[in-house]
T-cell receptor, first 114, second 113 residues
Framework: EAGVAQSPRYKIIEKRQSVAFWCNPI?????LYWYQQILGQGPKLLIQ????????DSQLPKDRFSAERLKGVDSTLKIQPAKLEDSAVYLC????????????FGDGTRLSIL | AQSVTQPDIHITVSEGASLELRCNYSYGATPYLFWYVQSPGQGLQLLLK??????LVQGIKGFEAEFKRSQSSFNLRKPSVHWSDAAEYFC???????????FGTGTRLQVFP
């Protein structure tokens, strides 16, 4: 089966610019996650979707980050405006359903803010 | 508060040597426990998981882990390391019946020939 697809793989922007990341989960997976992984740290959950609804966005900086999964399949994560501390790898993961592990991860998007 | 501690930031072993990566967790109830591996430039791959039952769990690539409730530990082991095992290893805890994984800060494994 095809894995979780993410694009772009790398992105370099200047602070205060905007950026968007795309994720296509494994076919049939109802649950989709976005994680932020800062260098030297473990991934931190930003937002979790169940189909096209948000389950948990408690750690999403909502003043600058937004995410959507309009049709319950692929998802977009946006940052506007970007800050230097947003430099990180953004990982997307999916699982068959809630409470069912494991989560399958994509290769991530590495974001550098200048 | 729930947390995961991986006390070793970086470990170096020789190929063929045994390996143990430490993981301690803080959680008030029975946790779900996981070990993931991340190769450079790639996402995380699940090595093994513990939900309940036998406290010694077997995973992929010859890895195993032992859950010790009295020590709040879930250490990862491999009897003989291969050069391809060089990567970053993350321990994670997930509260019962939810999806929210809390990751440790990772242990980078370097393997010398």
């Amino acid at each position: 089966e095809a894995g979780v697809a993410q694009s772009p793989r790398y992105k370099i922007i200047e602070k205060r610019q905007s950026v968007a990341f795309w994720c296509n989960p494994i076919s049939g997976h109802a649950t989709l996650y976005w994680y932020q992984q800062i260098l030297g740290q473990g991934p931190k959950l930003l937002i979790q979707f169940q189909n096209n609804g948000v389950v948990d966005d408690s750690q999403l900086p909502k003043d600058r980050f937004s995410a959507e999964r309009l049709k319950g399949v692929d998802s977009t994560l946006k940052i506007q405006p970007a800050k230097l501390e947003d430099s990180a790898v953004y990982l997307c993961a999916s699982s068959l359903d809630r409470g069912l592990q494991p989560q399958h991860f994509g290769d991530g998007t590495r974001l550098s803010i200048l | 508060a729930q947390s995961v501690t991986q006390p070793d930031i970086h470990i170096t072993v020789s190929e063929g040597a045994s390996l143990e990566l430490r993981c301690n967790y803080s959680y008030g109830a029975t946790p779900y426990l996981f070990w993931y591996v991340q190769s450079p430039g790639q996402g995380l791959q699940l090595l093994l998981k513990y939900f309940s039952g036998d406290t010694l769990v077997q995973g992929i690539k010859g890895f195993e882990a032992e859950f010790k409730r009295s020590q709040s530990s879930f250490n990862l082991r491999k009897p003989s390391v291969h050069w391809s095992d060089a990567a970053e290893y993350f321990c994670a805890v997930g509260p019962y019946n939810t999806d929210k994984l809390i990751f440790g800060t990772g242990t980078r494994l370097q393997v010398f020939p």
